[in-house]
């Protein structure tokens, strides 16, 4: 199991890679690790930096298995992507809708 991957990181989902002009689309704050309480599976919990427009809902909460988030990507359903793993850490800079640098 992949172990860099930790709370608080800022993680990008490999459909970024396909946006122009992404913003925060597709970016991520990890903020727990649970444990769901029947079946003892390992969940990610995790937050978005963007407004989600279909729903007009901003900074989502999501959570998702942990094999399914840190898996790679299927590369022959996604032959053009780059990126190895689903979600990977992100480095650049995140602005919020102002253009103000974001701080985590």
Do not use: W
């Not at 990008?12 to 990890?30: A, V």
Request: charged share 30%; aromatic share 14%.
């Amino acid at each position: 199991m992949r172990t860099d991957i930790n709370v608080g990181d800022i993680v990008q989902h490999f459909k970024r890679e396909s946006l122009s002009h992404p913003g925060n689309l597709y970016l991520y704050k990890i903020l727990a690790f649970a444990e769901h309480t029947e079946t003892k599976e390992m969940l990610v919990i995790y937050q978005a930096l963007y407004k989600d427009p279909s729903k007009n809902i901003k900074y989502t909460i999501f959570a998702r298995p942990m094999d399914m988030f840190m898996s790679e990507v299927e590369h022959e359903k996604y032959p053009n992507i780059k990126q190895k793993y689903r979600f990977e850490k992100y480095e650049g800079e995140i602005r919020d809708e102002q253009g103000k640098l974001m701080f985590f």
